[in-house]
């Protein structure tokens, strides 16, 4: 115990260390499991830099913004989308979500997958994801392994939700669950935070985590015994994420050389707050909209459209080699001052995962548009909460509908079942008048 005591105290945690030798046995013991997890050496460092770091710095003189064009303006989506369901057929695409998020701003007690968004069918996140991805596996004729990457705050109740749903009819051996790491706050001076007598507080490692989560898991070997090569990633809150889109699979195995891919969407204005894609000394990556000095926020085209203008929406595809290689890469840390047990201004460290583009050095930009694709439930009302959620779907499957031919209410918005159709394909009159009811629902705006 002594030795612990000491190796805190050198790595500059002397309250940490006179706290934990002050405990009686049992508690020392338990307080011990949360310290073992913790490098204090390196967060001593990742203080102290980040400390002396000039925010400024962060965009280089070599800025240039990403070109992207829309898939669906493109010759080659077909093309595409046979690709990619060839490969969900071979069973070489599998579907990675991070879903170890705290979900802060929505305010819901949870794991936020478990979030229902208020659809008629009151079916939560996970379950539309589920349904999505049981579609496509059905059409393909191939299961497709699903990755969902929890943290430790919501391992036990994300699977609790899914036993208590029967997985959603998916095959249990199809789906693997697995923790992100945590990282301890420090107090403005760099001191471990206790959240209470015998736990640090630790803090999900953010979603960049999720390279070494999945490797160290051995999640990343269960992918390779399976013979996947394609791994879709994905944020556990966009409501119109298409789980393993093929085309987008399909677009990425057709360059040939690169190793990754992301979905980019036009920013809405220079305020919409994503982050955008752009090249930093000829190396892709996302900026984050806080990170965005003004001047390039601003900056416009001769046509008066935005420079910085490739949004993005948090769906990647990694090739298997470059998860390999981001398994044991070192993102940066990214930093927050926040109030943590009580503490103002605390140190909350964080990793994202569009940082591993400038490291992998290579990344195609796949134009989507966002009223089909990108929905996310990020706050309890205004903007990207469940109420637009709502609506966006209920407008495009009232779209998918009318494209269709079926006789609907254009005043009315509409839930197709993804059980029924995963992106609008399979849809008629004859199937409207069958469904409307079951797994066609009906609702006013
Ligand atoms: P967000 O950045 O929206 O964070 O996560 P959040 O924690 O869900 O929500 P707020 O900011 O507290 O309101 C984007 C995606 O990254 C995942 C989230 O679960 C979400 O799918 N995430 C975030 C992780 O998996 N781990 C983390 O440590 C942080």
């Known amino acids: 115990m002594d030795k612990i005591a000491e190796q805190l105290r050198l790595a500059g945690q002397e309250p940490l260390a006179n706290h934990f030798l002050s405990l009686n046995e049992a508690s020392r013991s338990v307080l011990l499991r949360d310290i073992q997890t913790q490098d204090f050496e390196y967060l001593k460092k990742l203080h102290s830099e980040k400390s002396s770091e000039n925010l400024n710095d ?113 095959d249990r051996t199809n789906i693997r669950f697995f923790e992100q790491g945590t990282i301890c706050a420090l107090d403005p001076s760099g001191k471990a935070i206790l959240q209470d007598n015998e736990h640090l507080a630790l803090v999900p490692d953010g979603n960049g985590g999720c390279f070494r989560a999945l490797a160290q898991s051995g999640t990343l070997a269960w992918l390779v015994e399976k013979g996947v090569r394609y791994i879709f990633l994905y944020s556990v809150d966009n409501a119109l994420v298409k789980v393993c889109d093929p085309a987008f699979v399909g677009a990425l195995a057709s360059t040939g050389n690169m190793i990754s891919a992301s979905k980019v969407v036009h920013k809405r204005n220079a305020a919409e707050k994503v982050g955008i ?13 806080s990170d965005l000095p003004e001047k390039y926020r601003e900056m416009t085209n001769p046509d008066g459209s935005l420079t ?133 629902l009906e609702f006013d705006p």
Not at 146 to 167: D, G, K, Q, V
Not at 277 to 289: D, L, M, R
Request: with cysteine.
């Open 277 to 289: 894609f752009a090249f930093q000394n000829k190396k892709p990556g996302v900026v984050e909209y």
């Open 58 to 170: 962060s965009i280089s003189d070599d800025f240039t913004p990403m070109p992207f064009k829309l898939s669906i303006e493109d010759q080659r989506l077909e093309y595409w989308e046979e690709t990619g369901k060839i490969l969900l057929e071979k069973g070489q695409v599998a579907a990675f979500l991070v879903a170890g998020g705290q979900g802060s701003r929505l305010g819901f007690e949870g794991p936020k997958g478990m979030f229902d968004i208020g659809l008629p069918s009151h079916k939560s996140l996970f379950q539309l994801q589920a349904e999505r991805i049981q579609n496509l596996a059905t059409q393909v004729g191939h299961p497709i392994p699903w990755c969902i990457m929890t943290s430790p705050l919501n391992h036990r109740a994300t699977i609790e939700f899914f036993e208590s749903h029967h997985f959603f009819g998916i």
């Open 308 to 440: 910085f203008d490739g949004g993005n929406i948090a769906i990647h595809l990694f090739k298997m080699e470059g998860l390999r290689k981001l398994q044991s890469s070192s993102l940066p840390w990214h930093t927050a001052r926040k109030t943590v047990c009580g503490i103002e201004n605390s140190w909350k460290f964080e990793q994202f995962l569009f940082d591993a583009f400038p490291l992998l050095g290579t990344m195609l930009p796949f134009g989507v548009v966002r009223e089909d694709e990108f929905s996310p439930v990020k706050n309890a009302e205004g903007h990207d909460s469940p109420k637009t959620a709502r609506e966006m779907i209920g407008k495009l499957h009232r779209e998918w509908l009318r494209k269709a031919g079926a006789k609907i209410n254009q005043a009315k918005l509409y839930e197709v079942s993804p059980t029924l159709s995963y992106a609008g394909e399979g849809l008629s009159n004859r199937v409207f008048e069958r469904e409307l009811g079951k797994n066609i």
